[in-house]
């Protein structure tokens, strides 16, 4: 499972789950994630899940900046396009700081096998 975990003065406040699709963020009420705060636009950024193209059982999650005010930051750098999504990745939306949860990144690990 993967979640937008919604972080003040480092403890959770909010957690959603992300499923596989778009989700969309901002301050309007008609965005998936809603965030009722002015220094966030009406319609901030969009999540997309989609199938790693290599592997059937791997979902890419990827962000992107809907040329908000404010702008999107991973980790302090600002958003240029799209960018992929990594687990433990910080993300600022304004001045509203979430931490990118994703629990099945191990999974791949697991399957590896290197015969000697």
Do not use: P
Request: proline share 0%; aromatic share 10%; with cysteine.
């Amino acid at each position: 499972m993967t979640f937008l975990v919604q972080m003040i003065d480092d403890v959770v406040s909010n957690q959603f789950e992300i499923g596989e699709g778009e989700v969309t963020i901002g301050r309007k009420l008609s965005n998936d994630i809603c965030i009722g705060e002015e220094s966030v636009s009406s319609f901030h950024a969009k999540i997309t899940v989609e199938k790693n193209i290599y592997f059937d059982n791997i979902l890419d999650v990827y962000i992107e900046d809907l040329n908000s005010t404010n702008g999107t930051y991973v980790n302090d750098v600002q958003l240029r396009g799209r960018q992929k999504l990594s687990n433990n990745d910080e993300i600022k939306l304004a001045w509203n700081v979430f931490k990118y949860i994703d629990n099945t990144d191990g999974e791949m690990e697991q399957t590896t096998f290197i015969a000697q």
